[in-house]
Nanobody, 122 residues
């Protein structure tokens, strides 16, 4: 059974940095992709970034500030978030699915983590 465990959220001042981690287990092959999504109350969950073995995608709102990376030996994906803004405040979820090409489409993901809170505030 696939499990995703997120960590690394917290409170940070504007302009600061955080690194989120998503540890995946249970996949039967290396061909899977992982995405990061975020959600604030009253709004739809939106895609932030995603990564496969061959590509990465970023939402326009985080380009140049966030970096997604993958450690295949540890089955872990990281989201390095720099120059954080108050509007980045949200619950961040990692999600995964079997496949070669990553996507930012929420409905394409089969597995979801429990979420981790990121709060950017002075």
């Amino acid at each position: 059974q696939v499990q995703l465990v997120e960590s690394g959220g917290g409170l940070v001042q504007p302009g600061g940095s955080l690194r989120l981690s998503c540890a995946a287990s249970g996949f039967t092959s290396d061909y899977y992709y992982i995405g990061w999504f975020r959600q604030v109350p009253g709004k739809e969950r939106e895609g932030v970034s995603c990564i496969s073995s061959s590509s990465t995608i970023y939402a326009d709102s985080v380009k140049g500030r966030f970096t997604i990376s993958r450690d295949n030996a540890k089955n872990t994906v990281y989201l390095q978030m720099n120059s954080l803004k108050p509007e980045d405040t949200a619950v961040y979820y990692c999600a995964a699915s079997q496949g070669v090409f990553a996507t930012m489409k929420r409905d394409e993901y089969d597995y979801w983590g429990q979420g981790t809170q990121v709060t950017v505030s002075s």
